[in-house]
């Protein structure tokens, strides 16, 4: 898997290729600001963009301007956002488009390895990747004009869901059974209105439909 890296911060910058040359990632590209981030996927087209929200000049939201850029320039580039701060309009900005191929972390998850690589091959194969600091801002903000039909263990579910868990991860983690995972997902898709279709993968719509609506 391809990724490009656009982070100003030179030792960041430079450890992030490193750990991901080391997990078995190519990064053909790291710039340190927006415009050469664009140039960047252009010339190489990643699976991944890495994009750090913050940088250069006016260290205010280029990061994000980019990363939206590039949504709409290259579809089939997952793009993934760093940032030291939980911003729900950057979040639901990134969503404008669409959940799938897209994330948004906090800095300080990249210091789990594990964690991080593997919300990177999610978002390049498609999915989407939230911090749960994220989510639960998110969800909390839904939560004040959703008309309630979402129980409280749906919502938790869901929110995993926006991590980009699967079932069997969901489980482990609210301590359930796969099954009761299922049912609970039958029930929100059911709730949001979400039919069954072999053109619309449900479990994206449903986070976009209840995190961006």
């Not at 911060?9 to 290729?17: A, F, K, V």
């Not at 940088?55 to 760093?82: F, I, K, N, Q, S």
């Not at 948004?104 to 999610?122: H, P, Q």
């Not at 072999?198 to 961006?212: K, M």
Request: hydrophobic letters at 45%; a neutral charge.
């Amino acid at each position: 898997m391809r990724v490009v890296i656009a982070e100003d911060s030179t030792l960041l910058r430079e450890g992030l290729t490193r750990l991901l040359a080391e997990a078995g990632f190519e990064v053909p590209a790291a710039v340190e600001d927006a415009p050469a981030l664009l140039a960047a996927v252009a010339e190489h087209r990643p699976d991944v963009a890495i994009v750090d929200i913050r940088m250069p000049p006016t260290h205010t939201d280029e990061g994000l301007r980019a990363a939206v850029e590039l949504r709409r320039r290259y579809p089939a580039t997952g793009v993934l956002v760093l940032s030291q701060y939980v911003r729900v309009s950057y979040a639901a900005e990134l969503l404008d488009a669409g959940a799938d191929g897209v994330g948004y972390l906090l800095k300080d998850r990249v210091s789990d390895l594990a964690e991080f690589t593997g919300a990177v091959r999610r978002v390049g194969e498609g999915g989407s990747a939230f911090d749960p600091a994220v989510v639960s801002r998110l969800l909390v903000r839904r939560r004040d004009d959703s008309d309630g039909r979402l129980t409280d263990r749906e919502r938790a579910v869901l929110a995993l869901m926006a991590e980009g868990r699967t079932n069997q991860a969901i489980a482990q983690r609210l301590f359930i059974t796969e099954r009761t995972v299922e049912k609970h997902c039958t029930s929100i898709f059911t709730k949001l209105d979400l039919s069954a279709s072999p053109h619309d993968h449900r479990r994206v719509l449903a986070v976009l439909r209840y995190l961006n609506a």
